[in-house]
């Protein structure tokens, strides 16, 4: 089945620089995964750039008028929202606030918790993150913005969705939804990987052959809500 031409170019950059990789890896719940994302590994302007077009592809296709400002926590989401704000502006002609929290408060200058866009009441944020596994960033940083005003954040963006359900039977994306009433919009899911990498040569390699498709149908299987 044909997908858009971001989330295509999502995945080959993913797989080309080595932030998606496959083989044997531990996850945070001790799962043995057949493949691991890893965003700490993009590393020049042009990948960089690139990111944040495709997650603005996704938030113009889907959720362009519902918010105000991006929101990144840090740190990880720090260059997401800068770079996901102005691929909007650039491609799209939308002029979005970005703001991000700082890890410690600023004690000396003007001070203040958050860099960028100041929340003020009735502002919209749309949180970016990478992967959402256990949500720690959400809850961490959400009673930050709402102790900063009176704001609404009801949807996120990542890059990729595993699927993946915990111990509770659901996934992080659902209980963002039953916890905070935030619905998950990511730019690819694990499926979508598996599918469109399937048997494909990029640059001369294939990433997901038979074998290693094998493991990760048996993986969502067995540990995702498909």
Known sequence: ???????????????????????????????????????????????????????????????????????GPAYKGIPLCTLTAAALWREYGVETGYCFNRKEVKDHGEGGMFVGWEPEDGDRFLFTEDVISAGTSVRECLPLLKSAAKVAVTDMVVSVDRMEKGYNGLTAAEEMRR????????????????????????????????????????????????
């Open 179 to 226: 916890e905070f009433g935030i619905e998950v919009h990511s730019v690819v899911n694990a499926l979508e990987v598996m599918e469109y990498l399937h048997n494909r040569e990029i640059d001369g390699k294939v990433y997901i052959d038979d074998g290693v498709r094998r493991r990760m149908e048996s993986y969502i299987e067995k540990y995702c809500a498909v």
């Open 1 to 71: 089945m044909p997908i858009s031409p971001y989330k295509a170019g999502l995945i080959e950059l993913m797989a080309k620089t080595g932030v998606l990789m496959f083989g044997d890896f531990t996850t945070k719940s001790g799962r043995q995964s057949p493949y691991f994302v890893n965003s700490g590994r993009y590393r020049t302007g042009r990948q960089a750039e690139a990111v944040g077009s495709y997650y603005a592809a996704l938030i113009h296709e889907k959720l362009e008028g519902k918010f105000d400002a991006l929101f």
